[in-house]
């Protein structure tokens, strides 16, 4: 993305240009997400990353051979493809983790996947002003064009059963209660009820997904007060700061999930809804004192707890979701993936326009401190459930009762019994 948005705007000249480059990208994005459970309930996990694959490995191809004449239209099909195709193959891999691991090991496999992304884009940011300074344009698309075409083999080789629909029968096992939902979720014409159906499978689930897209759209103000901010600190090498502040995040990202990894193989637990809520709040705090002009060194520290709370929300988040039945989860995954886009997008315009006028504190400030909010009246709602947990039918029992639910009863969630915040299994 580095390379790609200096090439739009050297070939165009027009910030606006770069701008429309990215809506468009957040745009498919988020039609991507609206159909990508319908899409599930057709096709099997592992032919959707592996065609997500192929088709961005073969638009920047395209990109790669297109006439001068027609490098316009190649950068915009670009776009398309890349936001389009990148949505619907992280909501593949996420709800097919699952099925490739199994139940008990997601945790520590969502943590693993984290890390792996997290070094990604460190060696991604670090090497592409070096690739481009020294190559050219053309040898960092072969290269990005090279990374999708090792992805799509890497995809060939995961162990995830195949044909159409994979794991709509062992959703229909593990959530045989879920009758009309599961009906509903085969078929292609009812993907939106199914969507907002698999948020209603578990009390606390709505709140949750909402929750991320409020967090999506704090994160498009840190993004784009970060450059602004390191040009205050350093106008004759903006890039320094801005680079150091991300390579630091992404440390302790990494760092977080390796506790995650050995928490979660040493007891066998993940770390929940509540886990979620508290990163959120912690990330968004840190983001903020990140703009308050605190010494370097400080600042250091805090991009490092940013990068922690938010390796631990991410893991926390995926797990949770995963819980659901198989035939509900890539429509959930999808609809967050939808209101994620939707928060960032939608940031980056109000972002954007309030930078200039206000500072950059005060900007992330208040986009951050809506996330806070909304993680406040989370944690409380997933309190109010626990608290509500010994009330249940089971009495007093209610716990130990709970070790012995059925898979189903404990992934889907059990309102009327006071599952905690609906969608945890009952180690989690």
Request: charged share 15%.
């Amino acid at each position: 993305m580095v390379a790609l948005n200096l090439f739009v705007y050297e070939t165009t000249g027009r910030a606006l240009a770069m701008g429309l480059f990215m809506a468009v990208r957040l745009a498919s994005g988020f039609v991507a997400g609206l159909v990508v459970g319908g899409l599930l309930a057709r096709f099997s996990a592992k032919s959707i990353m592996l065609w997500a694959n192929v088709g961005q490995g073969a638009v920047m191809l395209v990109l790669i051979l297109a006439p001068e004449s027609l490098v316009t239209g190649a950068l915009m099909a670009v776009s398309v493809v890349i936001g389009a195709c990148g949505t619907l193959f992280m909501v593949a891999l996420r709800s097919s983790i699952p099925e490739m691991v199994g139940e008990d090991r997601r945790a520590w496999a969502n943590s693993l996947s984290i890390t792996g992304r997290s070094m990604a884009m460190v060696a991604g940011f670090a090497s592409a002003g070096v690739v481009v300074s020294l190559v050219g344009y053309t040898a960092a698309f072969l290269l990005d064009m090279a990374t999708f075409v090792i992805c799509a083999v890497t995809v060939a080789l995961l162990p995830i059963a195949g044909g159409k629909g994979a794991g709509s029968e062992a959703g229909a096992s593990e959530a045989s209660g879920a009758g009309k939902g599961e009906k509903e979720a085969k078929s292609g014409p009812r993907w939106r009820p199914v969507a907002f159906l698999a948020l209603a499978a578990a009390p606390g689930l709505g709140l949750m997904v909402a929750l991320r897209g409020v967090d999506a759209f704090g994160s498009s103000s840190h993004n784009a007060a970060l450059p602004i901010y390191s040009t205050s600190l350093d106008a004759s090498n903006p890039a320094v700061f801005v680079s150091a502040f991300w390579c630091v995040w992404a440390l302790g990202n990494i760092g977080a999930q390796q506790v995650i990894q050995r928490y979660s193989q040493r007891t066998g637990k993940t770390v929940g809804a509540l886990g979620f809520g508290y990163g959120t709040v912690v990330m968004s705090a840190a983001f903020i004192a990140a703009f308050a002009g605190f010494p370097l060194a400080v600042t250091a520290v805090i991009a490092l707890i940013a990068g922690a709370a938010d390796g631990l929300t991410e893991v926390a988040y995926t797990s949770h979701l995963q819980t659901l039945p198989a035939t509900l989860r890539g429509h959930a995954f999808g609809l967050s993936a939808t209101f994620e886009n939707l928060g960032f997008g939608v940031g980056m315009i109000l972002v954007a326009a309030a930078l200039d006028r206000f500072s950059p504190l005060a900007v992330v400030g208040w986009s951050h401190g809506a996330a806070i909010v909304v993680a406040v009246v989370f944690l409380l709602r997933v309190a109010a459930l626990r608290r509500a947990e010994p009330a249940g039918p089971m009495g007093p029992a209610g716990g130990a009762g709970r070790a012995g639910l059925r898979k189903e009863e404990a992934v889907e969630g059990r309102p009327d019994r006071g599952d905690r915040d609906g969608a945890e299994v009952s180690r989690g």
